[in-house]
């Protein structure tokens, strides 16, 4: 036990040995103000500052005050990971901060020291947290975490984080097709691309950056080949005198022969200090032309008996023979006073010339500071030859090997809103490959109780279906004797364990190129075809939701509506003034989506998205406050909309005024992705959906009010139990509906059970089952494992309130799109489904309008002629003489489209529900009538 202690005390003073070694942070801080570090260096800390929730006063590049504190505080609060430079190391913590804010304080845990204790490498491991190498720091925690994990304790999540703030102008989501495999596996094109910038400099930042746009124009994830140059790339501070600081110098009256002279300086960098030694010598060359004007001078001047003066003429010789010249012009100006005043002797003029040239070299020397302040700090690049041998030696980091690549060839294609979402999936891709192959190497081993690894194992492990780069680790160990077959199978599974772990290296390159940026300004219109298929069936077992990203729109798409009850639109953001951006992409221009949706009764969601929370913490409580109401209002404006069209007109009157003009939304998904979860945030978020539900009831009762969020945050933040109690309320207040769109992360098989169990361990009772049937389960289907969807499906419909998939499936889609339909129209119906109702209802659900206007005319048909059929004789003779016209041409139309209607149109639905017995009587009492009608007939042709 105290050997133990020992071992934990002499860590946590390896840890904390360069927090008490090093010089305070008001001393480094002062010290980097004297390096002058130039504006983009100080701009791209206080980015960073910014990133680890620490405020330097904005970024502007200036080492202001609230920079400098900024700096001293992230210093005092810094004890791990730390490196001479304070710079260096601010940015490798940033970098560490964006997987795990919280990370120093595990470090400090004393579980953390147990477990470092505890390993076989400890020494190692304290010299990485020691090192300030932010991806041994992070593989580090991702080691802590997973050891966590496995020992049954609470694992230290990684948070769900974007690799940058998302603009305005764009989405994001995460996807590897064809093109990105390649080039994880092979980088040779790219770094082919940077070699040719070899012995190329730049004077500028703008130019440098310009330089890596256009050498990495078409590379996928360009941003992490950007940083990889930037760290490596020979940079060097210079100054230089720009157009800038000659106007400056202008101002401040520096004399026109000073600016002459310096102009040979201008847009010239110089490293360092270097400008300080080519103003000086400018300087003093014009200094020494000055001095050497006196001989000439005194030359000029007429000697007389009775002394030596300087006359109007001498004076211009001088300007004549310096045409042109400012200095010389200066010299003229000065020498004004000298003019004709008559001295001794040469000897007395040459002195009072001196005195008068003194003057003037002295304000050039006055304009040495001057000049030297006005220069402009900047950073020069340059691709030398040590530059280019450092980042070859990174090739290999960018280069994902085969094996992973095989692993995650399932997930081609594959579309997750989120970067955690595709990171999930990765991961349990790792752990079922890992899993699968050494069930398979624990059968064989039990099956031969071999020790040792020979070839007649490996064909045995070949035969039953381990990997080849498996096959190819487990070689190695040929010539190796175990104690037993236990020792092997355990020696195999350690080596596969460590295969799976040292996947994390390569998880940031990954999912760097799986980022996929979606512009606004690339929307295109969405063109949907509903294939024939009925409307949206009413006997399905749940919700099903398909979510729309405005980037896969284009082209014609057949859609399987029967089985998709809302579409979620996805997706529209807001600023911090509550101001929706991007809101032209929801207009009228962009119909096909909601006109053939809403022709099939399949309605049409708003999802309104935001994940970078940074800038809206900082706003006080009542510009937030104001920001919410001005979001809601917004929202409630565009889901107002009125779609445009003849059929659109038509319906409140083919309705007989019952049904409304349609609007363009049915209804808004809320995705707050990582909200803030203080007290005061969560208020204000209830506060504005209260608000939002009630604007939106006031227009359409029947839209509906969804939430979004990952599977994870159920029950923390806003998506507490209590909180979410409390949004249900606020929509049964209204006579609204709304569900809780949960994204599931991968493996589903277990995500969705522990949404359950968390559901069911922080509910009771009635709450609980309400929750549970608002909960819809998202997942993005890989289009490969048919029975992990078909359990999915049938568990989100037994025990959730619906299933949803990102993105919506087509007909004509990928294969797994047909996959998820054939199972929703298999798996997701009630029990008991009139085949024959569907059949037929396919044809007159999507057309029903046609329907509901000849319905209409045979109604005002039959009232018209019963009026006359009462008030006219000649009139009811008619009707009696053409009986069963009458019946066949307008009775028996009416109520075969009445039906048609009943059982059909999902607008009659709830009228059709029960009344089954009294159609069928009113449908007797016609057969009857007619009967009655060829009786009475018959009887009256008798003699």
């Known amino acids: 036990m105290k050997a133990r202690m020992k071992s934990i005390l002499l860590i946590a003073l390896l840890l904390f040995l360069p927090a008490v070694q090093a010089a305070t942070c008001g001393q480094q801080v002062d010290g980097l103000s004297a390096q002058n570090p130039g504006k983009a260096v100080v701009g791209n800390a206080q980015k960073e500052l910014v990133s680890i929730d620490l405020d330097p006063g904005g970024v502007d590049g200036i080492l202001g005050s609230r920079t400098r504190a900024a700096l001293v505080q992230f210093c005092e609060r810094a004890k791990y990971a730390i490196r001479d430079d304070l710079l260096e190391t601010l940015k490798n913590h940033s970098e560490i901060f964006q997987f795990y804010p919280d990370w120093q304080e595990i470090f400090a845990s004393a579980d953390f020291a147990k477990w470092m204790s505890a390993q076989s490498d400890r020494i190692h491991v304290s010299e ?72 190329e400099s730049f004077s500028s930042e703008k130019a440098f950056d310009a330089a890596i746009d256009e050498a990495l124009k078409g590379v996928a994830s360009p941003e992490r080949y950007v940083r990889l140059i930037r760290n490596k790339v020979a940079q060097q501070s210079s100054k230089s005198l720009t157009g800038k600081s000659f106007d400056k110098l202008k101002a401040e009256a520096v004399p026109d022969y000073v600016l002459q002279a310096i102009q040979g300086l201008k847009d010239l960098p110089y490293p360092g200090v270097t400008i300080n030694f080519a103003v000086h010598n400018t300087l003093n ?175 045995a492990l070949k035969q039953n279906s381990v990997a080849d780069p498996v096959l190819a680790m487990i070689a190695a160990l040929q010539g190796r004797q175990f104690e037993n077959p236990d020792a092997l199978r355990n020696a195999i599974g350690d080596q596969l364990e460590a295969l799976k772990d040292r996947y994390s290296q390569y998880q940031p390159l990954v999912l760097a190129q799986a980022r996929k940026k ?67 992409v929801w207009t009228t221009q962009n119909p096909g989506l909601f006109e053939k949706a809403h022709r099939y009764s399949t309605r049409v969601d708003l999802v309104i998205e935001r994940r970078d929370w940074k800038s809206w913490s900082s706003l006080g409580v009542d510009a937030r406050r104001a920001a919410l109401r001005k979001l809601s209002e917004g929202i409630v404006r565009l889901l107002d909309i009125r779609l445009e069209g003849m059929k659109a007109r038509l319906k409140p009157v083919a309705s007989f005024g019952l049904g409304s003009h349609p609007r363009m939304g049915d209804g808004v998904t809320l995705y707050f992705d990582r909200y803030p979860a203080d007290a005061e945030s969560m208020g204000l978020f209830r506060e504005f959906f209260a608000d939002l539900a009630k604007r939106i009831a006031v227009n359409g009762k029947k839209r509906f009010l969804n939430v979004m969020f990952a599977s994870n945050e159920t029950g923390s933040g806003i998506y507490a139990y209590s909180n979410l109690s409390e949004l249900m309320d606020s929509l049964d207040r209204q006579g609204m509906k709304g569900f809780f769109l949960a994204l599931l992360h991968e493996p589903t098989t277990r995500d969705k059970k522990i949404l359950r169990e968390k ?66 129209e298999k798996n997701f119906l009630v029990p008991g489904s009139i085949a024959s109702k569907d059949d037929i209802c396919r044809y007159i659900c999507p057309n ?26 000649a009139f009811r003779s008619l009707v009696e003489a053409h009986f069963i016209r009458f019946i066949a041409f307008l009775v028996v139309p009416f109520f075969l489209f009445m039906l048609a209607l009943l059982f059909c149109d999902p607008f009659w639905e709830s009228t059709s529900k029960g009344n089954g017995p009294l159609i069928l009587m009113i449908l007797g009492v016609i057969v009857y009538a007619v009967w009655r009608y060829r009786e009475n007939r018959k009887e009256a042709d008798l003699p």
């Open 128 to 199: 990485v947290t020691r090192s300030g190498d932010s991806s041994g720091v992070i593989a580090v925690l991702d080691r802590y975490r997973k050891s966590i994990a496995s020992s049954g304790k609470a694992p230290v999540q990684a948070p769900e984080t974007e690799l940058v703030p998302m603009p305005e102008d764009a989405l994001y989501s995460y996807m590897l097709d064809k093109e990105d495999f390649s080039e994880l596996k092979s980088t040779d094109e790219v770094f082919a691309r940077i070699d040719k910038l070899k012995g």
């Open 848 to 873: 029903r309008w046609f329907f509901r206007i000849v319905w209409d005319l045979l109604l005002i048909a039959l009232i018209g002629s019963g009026i006359l059929y009462v008030r006219f004789c």
């Open 518 to 584: 979606h512009s606004f300004s690339q929307v295109k219109i969405a063109d949907l075809d509903g294939d024939s298929c009925n409307c949206v069936r009413q006997n399905l077992a749940g919700q099903v939701f398909g979510f729309y990203p405005f980037w896969i729109a284009g082209g014609a798409q057949k859609v399987n509506f029967s089985v998709l009850k809302r579409i979620e639109y996805y997706a529209l953001g807001f600023d911090d003034s509550g101001n929706i951006t991007n809101s032209s």
């Open 285 to 459: 060359a014009l200094i020494a032309r000055a001095k050497g004007f006196e001989p000439e001078i005194v030359q000029l001047a007429v000697l007389s008996p009775s002394g030596a003066q300087l006359t109007e003429d001498s004076l211009g010789k001088f300007a004549a023979a310096h045409n042109g010249d400012p200095l010389a012009s200066e010299v003229v100006a000065e020498l004004q006073n000298l003019k004709n005043v008559s001295y001794r002797n040469s000897k007395s003029l040459d002195q009072a010339v001196g005195r008068v040239l003194s003057e003037v070299t002295g304000k050039i020397s006055d304009a040495y500071p001057e000049i030297l302040d006005s220069s402009d700090m900047a950073n020069a690049y340059t691709f030398d030859e040590k530059t280019i041998r450092e980042i070859d030696l990174e090739k290999k980091n960018f280069t994902v090997p085969q094996i992973y690549l095989e692993i995650l060839a399932g997930l081609q294609n594959v579309d997750f809103p989120a970067s955690g979402l595709f990171e999930s999936a990765a991961n349990s891709r790792m752990a079922n490959f890992v899993e699968r192959n050494e069930a398979s190497v624990r059968s064989v081993i039990e099956a031969r109780q071999s020790a040792s690894v020979d070839q007649a194992l490996l064909e």
């Open 759 to 824: 559901i069911e361990n922080g509910t009771h009772g009635r709450e609980r089952k309400k929750l549970l049937r608002n909960i819809v389960t998202v997942l993005s289907f890989d289009g490969h494992d048919k029975a992990q969807l078909v359990d999915d499906a049938i568990y989100a419909g037994d025990n959730f309130g619906g299933i949803g998939f990102w993105p919506m499936p087509y007909r004509e889609g990928k294969s797994g799109d047909e996959m998820v339909n054939g199972v929703l």
